[in-house]
Each structure stands twice: as structure tokens, then as C-alpha cells.
């Protein structure tokens, strides 16, 4: 019985660092995206077609 606790203890730390980890990207590609953006439309009138 034991072991399964350890077990269920382990894979609940792993979720918890995968969910940060993923929270981190989320939030570093929206304000990369972000700044993208800004730069686009601070030129769009030296974009041609």
C-alpha cells in the first residue's frame, strides 16, 4: 500500500512541474507574440505587397 502512495506522491510533483513549466511557455509566448505585434503595426506602413 505503501508503495503506491510513493508512487501516486511522485506523480503528483511531476504534474505540478510540468503544469509550471507550461504556465512559463504560455506566458513567455503571449508577450513574444505580443511584442511581434507592436512591432508590425509600429511599421506597417514600410510593409509592401
Given amino acids: 500500500m505503501e508503495r503506491i ?6 506523480i503528483g510533483a511531476a504534474n505540478i512541474a510540468v503544469g509550471v513549466v507550461l504556465i512559463s ?4 509566448a503571449g508577450t513574444v507574440s505580443i511584442v511581434t505585434g507592436a512591432l508590425l503595426l509600429k511599421r506597417k506602413s514600410e510593409i509592401t505587397f
Fill in 5 to 10: 502512495y510513493k508512487t501516486m506522491r511522485n
Fill in 25 to 28: 511557455v504560455g506566458l513567455i
